[in-house]
Protein backbone atom coordinates (compact mmCIF):
# COMPACT_ATOMS: atom_id res chain seq x y z
CA UNK A 1 0.00 0.00 0.00
CA UNK A 2 2.95 2.32 1.00
CA UNK A 3 4.55 1.43 -2.39
CA UNK A 4 1.49 2.23 -4.43
CA UNK A 5 1.12 5.87 -2.58
CA UNK A 6 4.54 6.25 -3.09
CA UNK A 7 4.48 5.58 -7.05
CA UNK A 8 0.96 8.00 -7.30
CA UNK A 9 3.26 10.61 -5.48
CA UNK A 10 6.42 10.51 -7.59
CA UNK A 11 4.16 10.49 -10.80
CA UNK A 12 2.32 13.16 -9.13
CA UNK A 13 6.03 15.14 -9.57
CA UNK A 14 6.78 14.16 -12.98
CA UNK A 15 3.32 15.65 -14.01
CA UNK A 16 3.35 19.05 -12.04
CA UNK A 17 7.14 18.97 -13.02
CA UNK A 18 6.17 18.71 -16.75
CA UNK A 19 3.35 20.77 -16.78
CA UNK A 20 5.51 23.54 -15.27
CA UNK A 21 8.04 23.31 -17.91
CA UNK A 22 5.45 23.09 -20.61
CA UNK A 23 3.96 26.55 -19.21
CA UNK A 24 7.12 27.98 -19.53
CA UNK A 25 7.53 27.03 -22.73
CA UNK A 26 4.33 28.62 -24.06
CA UNK A 27 5.05 31.66 -22.19
CA UNK A 28 8.66 31.57 -23.75
CA UNK A 29 6.88 31.12 -27.35
CA UNK A 30 4.24 33.22 -26.76
CA UNK A 31 6.73 36.21 -26.17
CA UNK A 32 8.72 35.33 -29.00
CA UNK A 33 6.07 35.55 -31.75
CA UNK A 34 4.68 38.46 -29.84
CA UNK A 35 8.04 40.28 -30.51
CA UNK A 36 8.06 39.26 -33.68
CA UNK A 37 5.11 40.16 -34.75
CA UNK A 38 5.67 44.25 -33.63
CA UNK A 39 8.95 43.90 -34.81
CA UNK A 40 7.99 42.49 -37.89
CA UNK A 41 4.80 45.70 -38.03
CA UNK A 42 7.31 48.13 -37.03
CA UNK A 43 9.15 47.64 -40.37
CA UNK A 44 6.50 47.52 -42.32
CA UNK A 45 5.91 51.33 -41.11
CA UNK A 46 8.75 52.36 -42.46
CA UNK A 47 7.91 50.56 -46.13
CA UNK A 48 6.05 51.94 -48.24
CA UNK A 49 5.12 51.11 -52.34
CA UNK A 50 5.84 53.71 -55.27
CA UNK A 51 3.75 52.96 -58.76
CA UNK A 52 6.56 54.68 -60.85
CA UNK A 53 6.28 53.91 -64.56
CA UNK A 54 3.83 50.85 -64.63
CA UNK A 55 6.54 49.38 -61.76
CA UNK A 56 5.60 48.84 -58.28
CA UNK A 57 8.62 49.77 -56.30
CA UNK A 58 9.57 49.00 -52.40
CA UNK A 59 10.87 51.79 -50.70
CA UNK A 60 11.83 52.43 -47.22
CA UNK A 61 11.36 56.03 -44.57
CA UNK A 62 13.64 57.00 -42.27
CA UNK A 63 13.29 58.76 -38.89
CA UNK A 64 13.98 62.66 -39.61
CA UNK A 65 17.67 62.97 -37.80
CA UNK A 66 19.21 60.92 -40.52
CA UNK A 67 17.94 63.43 -42.93
CA UNK A 68 17.79 66.17 -40.74
CA UNK A 69 21.24 67.98 -42.14
CA UNK A 70 20.09 66.91 -46.27
CA UNK A 71 16.57 68.78 -44.96
CA UNK A 72 18.56 71.87 -43.30
CA UNK A 73 20.49 72.75 -46.12
CA UNK A 74 18.47 72.08 -48.52
CA UNK A 75 16.11 74.85 -46.82
CA UNK A 76 18.78 77.47 -46.54
CA UNK A 77 19.25 76.79 -50.30
CA UNK A 78 16.00 76.88 -50.96
CA UNK A 79 15.84 80.47 -49.12
CA UNK A 80 18.68 82.27 -50.76
CA UNK A 81 17.64 81.27 -54.42
CA UNK A 82 14.23 82.83 -54.17
CA UNK A 83 15.59 85.67 -51.98
CA UNK A 84 18.22 86.82 -54.49
CA UNK A 85 17.17 85.08 -57.89
CA UNK A 86 15.49 88.30 -59.65
CA UNK A 87 13.96 89.39 -63.31
CA UNK A 88 13.21 92.72 -64.48
CA UNK A 89 9.71 92.31 -63.69
CA UNK A 90 8.25 93.56 -60.10
CA UNK A 91 5.95 90.89 -60.34
CA UNK A 92 8.33 88.08 -60.43
CA UNK A 93 10.34 90.07 -57.89
CA UNK A 94 7.44 90.29 -55.20
CA UNK A 95 6.49 86.55 -56.27
CA UNK A 96 10.29 85.19 -55.20
CA UNK A 97 10.96 87.14 -52.31
CA UNK A 98 7.20 86.37 -50.75
CA UNK A 99 8.31 82.52 -51.35
CA UNK A 100 11.58 83.50 -49.33
CA UNK A 101 9.73 85.03 -46.48
CA UNK A 102 7.82 82.11 -45.35
CA UNK A 103 10.90 80.36 -44.86
CA UNK A 104 12.87 82.78 -42.28
CA UNK A 105 11.65 85.86 -39.42
CA UNK A 106 11.05 89.32 -39.78
CA UNK A 107 15.08 89.50 -40.20
CA UNK A 108 14.51 88.88 -44.04
CA UNK A 109 11.95 91.09 -44.33
CA UNK A 110 13.97 93.87 -42.98
CA UNK A 111 17.02 93.07 -45.39
CA UNK A 112 14.05 93.10 -48.38
CA UNK A 113 12.86 96.43 -46.43
CA UNK A 114 15.86 97.99 -46.68
CA UNK A 115 16.72 97.03 -50.33
CA UNK A 116 13.48 98.44 -51.29
CA UNK A 117 14.16 101.52 -49.70
CA UNK A 118 17.47 101.87 -51.24
CA UNK A 119 15.92 101.52 -54.56
CA UNK A 120 17.97 98.43 -55.41
CA UNK A 121 15.19 96.59 -57.06
CA UNK A 122 13.90 99.91 -59.10
CA UNK A 123 17.33 99.40 -60.83
CA UNK A 124 16.98 96.20 -61.77
CA UNK A 125 13.99 96.73 -63.12
CA UNK A 126 15.31 100.20 -64.98
CA UNK A 127 18.82 99.01 -66.02
CA UNK A 128 17.48 94.90 -67.32
CA UNK A 129 19.30 93.32 -64.65
CA UNK A 130 18.71 89.65 -63.89
CA UNK A 131 20.11 88.24 -60.88
CA UNK A 132 21.21 85.04 -60.80
CA UNK A 133 22.75 82.96 -57.16
CA UNK A 134 25.38 79.99 -57.11
CA UNK A 135 25.33 78.22 -53.57
CA UNK A 136 29.17 77.09 -52.75
CA UNK A 137 28.97 75.71 -49.62
CA UNK A 138 26.93 75.69 -46.57
CA UNK A 139 28.08 75.05 -42.94
CA UNK A 140 26.13 73.88 -40.66
CA UNK A 141 25.92 73.75 -36.94
CA UNK A 142 25.19 69.76 -35.63
CA UNK A 143 22.89 70.98 -32.13
CA UNK A 144 19.85 73.18 -32.18
CA UNK A 145 19.40 75.61 -32.58
CA UNK A 146 21.43 74.98 -35.89
CA UNK A 147 23.80 78.19 -37.01
CA UNK A 148 24.46 78.16 -40.96
CA UNK A 149 27.16 80.54 -42.57
CA UNK A 150 26.30 80.17 -46.51
CA UNK A 151 29.02 80.94 -49.24
CA UNK A 152 27.75 81.58 -52.69
CA UNK A 153 28.21 83.56 -56.09
CA UNK A 154 25.69 86.04 -56.90
CA UNK A 155 25.73 86.67 -60.54
CA UNK A 156 24.66 90.04 -62.34
CA UNK A 157 23.60 89.64 -65.85
CA UNK A 158 23.39 93.28 -67.86
CA UNK A 159 22.91 93.41 -71.82
CA UNK A 160 27.21 94.94 -71.93
CA UNK A 161 28.51 92.59 -68.67
CA UNK A 162 28.08 90.23 -66.34
CA UNK A 163 29.40 90.97 -63.27
CA UNK A 164 30.35 88.48 -60.28
CA UNK A 165 29.59 88.84 -56.54
CA UNK A 166 30.94 86.76 -53.46
CA UNK A 167 28.11 86.66 -50.86
CA UNK A 168 28.16 85.34 -47.42
CA UNK A 169 25.78 85.18 -44.94
CA UNK A 170 24.28 83.44 -41.48
CA UNK A 171 21.76 82.55 -39.31
CA UNK A 172 20.18 80.24 -37.06
CA UNK A 173 17.64 77.88 -37.95
CA UNK A 174 14.67 76.55 -36.00
CA UNK A 175 13.03 73.61 -36.27
CA UNK A 176 9.08 73.93 -36.50
CA UNK A 177 5.83 71.72 -35.46
CA UNK A 178 4.46 71.60 -38.69
CA UNK A 179 4.96 71.45 -42.32
CA UNK A 180 3.20 73.32 -44.85
CA UNK A 181 3.14 73.95 -48.85
CA UNK A 182 5.00 76.87 -48.32
CA UNK A 183 7.54 75.64 -45.75
CA UNK A 184 7.48 72.04 -46.86
CA UNK A 185 10.54 71.54 -44.10
CA UNK A 186 9.42 73.30 -41.69
CA UNK A 187 12.22 75.13 -40.32
CA UNK A 188 12.59 78.95 -39.99
CA UNK A 189 15.52 80.88 -40.57
CA UNK A 190 16.13 83.36 -37.71
CA UNK A 191 18.66 86.73 -37.22
CA UNK A 192 19.66 85.88 -41.06
CA UNK A 193 22.18 88.53 -41.93
CA UNK A 194 24.69 89.46 -44.97
CA UNK A 195 28.30 88.91 -43.64
CA UNK A 196 30.07 89.74 -47.32
CA UNK A 197 28.65 90.97 -50.88
CA UNK A 198 31.17 92.75 -52.80
CA UNK A 199 31.69 92.40 -56.56
CA UNK A 200 34.98 89.73 -57.30
CA UNK A 201 34.88 90.14 -61.02
CA UNK A 202 33.87 91.30 -64.56
CA UNK A 203 32.82 89.59 -67.42
CA UNK A 204 32.60 91.23 -70.71
CA UNK A 205 29.84 89.13 -72.90
CA UNK A 206 30.90 88.94 -76.46
CA UNK A 207 28.42 90.65 -78.86
Not at 97 to 106: F, G, H, M, P, S
Request: aromatic letters at 10%; proline letters at 2%.
Amino acid sequence: MFTQLKNIETAFQHIKRFSIAFLITCLLLTCTVTFLCFNEMRKADNRMLILYNGKVLEAFASERKQNLPVELRDHIRTFHKYFFTLDPDEKSIAAGVTKALYLADNSAKQAYDNLREAGYYNNVISANISQEIEIDSIQLGTEAPYTFTCYATQKLIRSSSTVLRKLVTRGNIRVLNTQTDNNPHGFLILGWETLVNTDTNLKNLKS
